[in-house]
């Protein structure tokens, strides 16, 4: 099976793009990440150590990232298309804290089970589903808490 970066530079190819400097430096940086970042705040975060790279440069990245595979596009909500690391299509879950904006990946065997039981039932064939559950994280739980003591 073919890494990540392989995937990006047969994707290059297969649309006929050129396979620059700034593509990997970008490549790279984002393949390290854990969080799901915006455009803004990983351009934000990747200027520091790399100022010569244009957002503009980086947002188009992204969205090759995302249309090779090699990145999700996750919309939580808020406005903001945020991107996360796609690897080997690893399915996960997200509990997303609407005071703060934390985002929290999760796995649970049972919801996966039952969700293929719930399709099954109605003679329905799931190609793809996401479950995003939204709240307080406890932080923010116990901050309403506390204010409205």
């Known amino acids: 099976m073919k890494n990540q970066e392989e995937l990006f530079l047969?994707?290059?190819?297969?649309?006929?793009?050129?396979?620059?400097?700034?593509r990997m430096i970008i490549l790279k940086s984002f393949l390290r990440q854990s969080l799901h970042l915006s455009t803004e705040d990983f351009y934000l975060q990747l200027r520091k150590k790399h100022p010569a790279i244009g957002y503009a440069t980086v947002h188009r990245?992204?969205?090759?990232?995302?249309?090779?595979?090699?990145?999700?596009?996750?919309?939580?909500?808020?406005?903001?298309?945020?991107?996360?690391?796609?690897?080997?299509?690893?399915?996960?879950?997200?509990?997303?804290?609407?005071?703060?904006?934390?985002?929290?990946e999760f796995e649970n065997r049972q919801i996966e089970q039952l969700q293929l039981d719930v399709a099954r039932t109605h003679n329905f064939f799931i190609k793809d589903h996401r479950l995003e559950l939204y709240g307080l994280c406890a932080a923010c739980h116990a901050s309403e808490a506390s204010s409205l003591s």
Not at 10 to 22: E, G, I, P
Not at 89 to 95: A, G, P, R, S
């Open 61 to 104: 990245t992204l969205k090759l990232f995302a249309e090779c595979g090699i990145a999700a596009e996750r919309n939580f909500g808020d406005g903001q298309t945020r991107f996360e690391v796609n690897y080997d299509n690893e399915h996960h879950d997200h509990l997303v804290c609407t005071g703060c904006g934390k985002i929290i």
């Open 10 to 22: 047969d994707f290059l190819a297969r649309k006929r793009l050129k396979n620059t400097s700034q």
